[in-house]
């Protein structure tokens, strides 16, 4: 039960593109669907954005976009703006019916 | 709407225990598997554990199998963990949250959490 790899930090200007990256194995990121990307504003409860690698809950920007590619999901934020200011975590369901979070990844707005 | 309240957090003793609830209204709750994830201070996000539907399911992060147990009542829309043999480790906010099946089993509302300090 490792914690999926994200880097700890990002960044990028109002307007711009940054992509995190969340790295797992086969037997988690690799092997199934079932990853998902959560916002969490400093003393609030994260925020769900993305879930099974690409899709988008009803009210999610479409700014928000999410991928896989082998063991390695992606979350990509087009159009920065300064309210995406936050921490961000992957997650993904494993071989042993669990699930595991990534490290999170402190996005900052320029 | 759905609501998701957590309670029953406080300061704790090493090796002592503590039985966090989490009030759900606006869904029904009767048809979601829970889960309970926790944050420690500065920290990420940890999954804890989960519980299907009727509770004949359970699943646990290593870390707290054998002193943890999660627990629901669909009767009163409540969700439980039962912590036990606490540790300084276990230290964290603590959220409920329901795990989606439909949304490719993430997690889609949250509690605001409810804190757990574990110290001398």
């Known amino acids: 039960q490792s914690a999926l790899t994200q880097p700890a930090s990002v960044s990028g200007s109002p307007g711009q593109s940054i992509t995190i990256s969340c790295t797992g194995t086969?037997?988690?990121?690799?092997?199934?669907?079932?990853v998902s990307w959560y916002q969490q504003h400093p003393g609030r409860a994260p925020k769900l954005m993305i879930y099974?690698?690409?899709n988008r809950p009803s009210g999610v920007p479409d700014r928000f976009s999410g991928s896989k590619s082998g063991s390695t999901a992606s979350l990509t934020i087009s159009g920065l703006q300064a309210e995406d200011e936050a921490d961000y975590y992957c997650s993904s369901y494993t071989s042993s019916s669990t699930w595991v979070f990534g490290g999170g990844t402190k996005l900052t707005v320029l | 709407e759905v609501q998701l309240v957590e309670s029953g957090g406080g300061l704790v003793q090493p090796g002592g225990s503590l039985r966090l609830s989490c009030a759900a209204s606006g869904f029904t709750f009767s048809s979601h598997w829970m889960t309970w994830v926790r944050q420690a201070p500065g920290k990420g996000l940890e999954w804890v554990a989960n519980i299907k539907q009727d509770g004949s399911e359970e699943y646990y992060v290593d870390s707290v199998k054998g002193r943890f147990t999660i627990s629901r009542d669909n009767a009163k829309n409540s969700l439980y963990l039962q912590m036990n043999s606490l540790r300084a480790e276990d230290t964290a906010v603590y959220y409920c949250a329901i795990l989606r099946g439909s949304y490719g089993w993430s997690l889609d509302y949250w509690g605001q959490g409810t804190v757990v300090t574990v110290s001398s």
């Open positions: 086969s037997s988690d990121v690799g092997g199934y669907n079932y």
């Open positions: 099974e690698v690409s």
